[in-house]
């Protein structure tokens, strides 16, 4: 009879980690793919056809209907805000992190390292600043792992 108990406790156990697992997934999937899942815009850009394209075959694997999707797509849309608004909140603590950090490395170098390092921090900020442009510009906000150190 004990054994029966713990099963069952297992096995709900099991399915709720499966859900936040799918939980997570989905979130993972639309936050990384899109922004919508409307038609394309006019701009035609690829990225977003093809997110377009993945999020809607998701939908048709989980075999969803009309008033699911819409619903998928509306938890996606408060779901974005919201790391959208913990974005906002939490850069500026990750930026003074970073800057401090900088500062104490530069504090470890030889003056010939000091401008090999900055060399290199200013060119990975542009290509980190062209990579929010190009992501702004496809309408996707794949800049979400925070700053570079």
């Known amino acids: 009879m004990i054994g ?23 979130a993972n999937i639309y936050s990384k793919r899109l922004i919508s899942a409307s038609p394309a815009p006019a701009d035609g ?13 998701f939908y048709d694997y989980l075999g969803l209907n009309q008033e699911q999707r819409n619903q998928m797509h509306k938890i996606g849309e408060e779901t974005r ?11 500026p603590r990750f930026e003074a992190i970073q800057e401090a950090s900088r ?6 170098l030889n003056d010939e390292q000091r401008q090999k390092y900055d060399d290199f921090r200013k060119k990975m900020d542009e290509q980190r600043r062209s990579h929010e442009r190009d992501s702004k510009d496809s309408g996707s906000n794949n800049n979400n792992q925070g700053p570079r150190q």
């Open 81 to 91: 805000q919201k790391f959208q608004d913990l974005r906002k909140e939490t850069q």
């Open 4 to 26: 029966r108990s713990i099963q069952a406790k297992a096995l709900v156990f099991v399915v709720f980690l499966l859900g936040i697992a799918t939980g997570v997934l989905v």
């Open 45 to 57: 850009t690829q990225r977003t056809q093809r997110a377009v394209r993945d999020i809607n075959k």
């Open 103 to 108: 500062v104490k490395i530069r504090a470890v």
